[in-house]
C-alpha cells in the first residue's frame, strides 16, 4: 500500500510561484511513475505533469515551459514547480503514483489509470 501527501498550495497572484511536494510512503518501486493532476469543481480530474523513475518529464501543453516536475528516488518525493501562475491554473491539485512496468515507461495521462492519490492541495490564483 503507498500513501501520499501533498504540501504546498495557497493563493498566490498571477504571474506568481508556487511549489508543491509529494510524499510516498509504503513499498517504493523503480517502476512507479509520480505525476500531477488538478480539478475545478463541475469538471474532470486532467492531467498536469508526470515523471517516470528515469526522470522522463511529461507536461499538458498549457503549463509546458512554465510548470516543472522533479522527483528524489532515494526520498520517494515529487515535486511540481510552477512558475508564471495563470488565473486558470487554479484548481485541487493532486499527487499520484502508478506502476507503469519499467523505470522508463510512459505513465497515461488518464487520471482513470493511476492507482494511488493524495489527499489534494488547494491552488487558488488572485488577478
Known amino acids: 500500500q503507498v500513501q501520499l501527501v501533498e504540501s504546498g498550495g495557497g493563493l498566490v497572484q498571477a504571474g506568481g510561484s508556487l511549489r508543491l511536494s509529494c510524499a510516498a510512503s509504503g513499498r517504493a518501486s523503480s517502476a512507479d511513475a509520480m505525476g500531477w493532476f488538478r480539478q475545478i469543481p463541475g469538471k474532470e480530474r486532467e492531467f498536469v505533469a508526470a515523471i517516470n523513475w528515469a526522470a522522463v518529464t511529461y507536461y499538458r501543453d498549457s503549463v509546458r515551459g512554465r510548470f516543472t516536475i522533479s522527483r528524489d528516488n532515494a526520498k520517494n518525493t515529487v515535486d511540481l514547480q510552477m512558475d508564471n501562475l495563470k488565473l486558470e491554473d487554479a484548481a485541487v491539485y493532486y499527487c499520484?503514483?502508478?506502476?507503469?512496468?519499467?523505470?522508463?515507461?510512459?505513465?497515461?495521462?488518464?487520471?482513470?489509470?493511476?492507482?494511488?492519490w493524495g489527499q489534494g492541495t488547494q491552488v487558488t490564483v488572485s488577478s
Open positions: 499520484a503514483l502508478v506502476r507503469v512496468g519499467s523505470m522508463r515507461a510512459r505513465p497515461s495521462r488518464d487520471p482513470e489509470s493511476w492507482r494511488y
